[in-house]
């Protein structure tokens, strides 16, 4: 008994010898978001669903409501604001490199603000859904936001979909 112990001992010591090392923990530097003026974000729901999902490998599924998301700097004014009642929103990814993202009211990317921003999303009622299935699949939606390289050096104001509004 004695003998099968320690052999079994040599088998997982050999084991752990040549097993690859842990995988280094996620980074915690994520994109710079910079306030330097006032930025003011709002979320008013009522019988309402925000549904975020994320199934398969290097699948991911972002969802901001009413959020700055990286590399954004803000020297103005930004207002974002998001009301629900009575709706359905939904984010959604499946797949093996898919990749759904979701922004209402949101400014995403490498976005300044030098001047004014206010974007608004009214829901009533309403379904709002981003899907993203397959390999090698993308989703990306935007309600009331600007995403992208976007600049606001004057006043932006958009009470809908469609991004930058001067």
């Known amino acids: 008994m004695k003998a099968l112990s320690i052999i079994a001992l040599a088998a997982l010591s050999a084991a752990a010898a040549h097993a690859s090392p842990p995988p280094p923990p996620p980074s915690s530097s994520g994109p710079a978001i910079v ?3 006032s930025s003011a974000q709002s979320v ?3 019988f309402s669903a925000f549904r975020n999902n994320s199934t398969g490998s290097d699948s991911g599924a972002y969802q901001n409501v009413s959020s700055n998301a990286g590399n954004v700097t803000i020297n103005g004014s930004s207002t974002q604001g998001t009301s629900a009642g009575g709706s359905d929103v939904a984010n959604h990814s499946t797949g093996s490199n898919s990749y759904a993202s979701q922004n209402l009211s949101s400014n995403v990317g490498n976005v300044t603000i030098n001047g004014s ?3 608004t999303t009214g829901l009533m009622m309403s379904y709002v859904a981003n899907w993203s299935t397959g390999k090698n699949s ?3 939606q935007n309600l ?3 995403n ?12 809908h979909g469609g991004g930058h509004h001067d």
Do not use: E, K, L, R
């Not at 992208?148 to 009470?159: F, I, L, Q």
């Open 35 to 37: 306030i330097n003026g």
């Open 44 to 46: 008013t729901s009522m």
């Open 117 to 119: 921003s206010t974007q």
């Open 138 to 140: 993308m989703a990306v």
């Open 144 to 146: 009331a936001s600007n």
């Open 148 to 159: 992208g390289c976007v600049t606001c050096n004057a006043t932006s104001s958009s009470g």
